[in-house]
């Protein structure tokens, strides 16, 4: 293997989590059908799904060692505070990481997502 070309989330709400990733953290919808929802961000760069359970979910707890990582152009400081002021809660300060200066968001469904200004 060379290369991971698509991730897809199992979320328990699907209309909810795509108002989270459209409205709070400003993903592109890419396509939506009543299954699934395909992101664009960064101008298409990057792309990921959120989608309905291919099994049950129920007391389950879905995120849990889940971490996605998206670089981006921004500064991480200036992305950090548009996303606070969205209504996103921010999971610590942002860090220093080998990859360059990060911070995380925790999505309705416990998912670790993690913004990159790569260096």
């Known amino acids: ?8 989330l199992q979320v ?7 108002d989270f990733y459209q409205q709070k953290l400003s993903f592109d919808v890419g396509d939506l059908s009543p ?7 960064n101008q298409g760069q990057a ?12 007391g389950r ?7 996605i990582w998206f670089a981006v152009d921004k500064n991480i400081d200036q992305l ?3 996303f606070i002021g969205n209504g ?9 990481t080998p990859f360059g200066r990060a911070f995380h968001v925790i999505d309705p469904d416990g998912y670790k997502l ?6």
């Open 1 to 8: 293997m060379n290369q991971l070309t698509f991730a897809s």
């Open 12 to 18: 328990q709400d699907l209309p909810a989590a795509v």
């Open 35 to 41: 299954q699934a929802c395909v992101f664009k961000y």
């Open 47 to 58: 792309s990921f799904a959120i989608r309905t359970p291919l099994e049950a979910l129920e």
């Open 61 to 67: 707890e879905l995120g849990i060692g889940v971490a």
């Open 80 to 82: 950090k505070q548009e």
């Open 88 to 96: 996103v809660t921010t999971a610590g300060p942002v860090i220093q």
């Open 114 to 119: 993690t913004f990159l200004e790569a260096n």
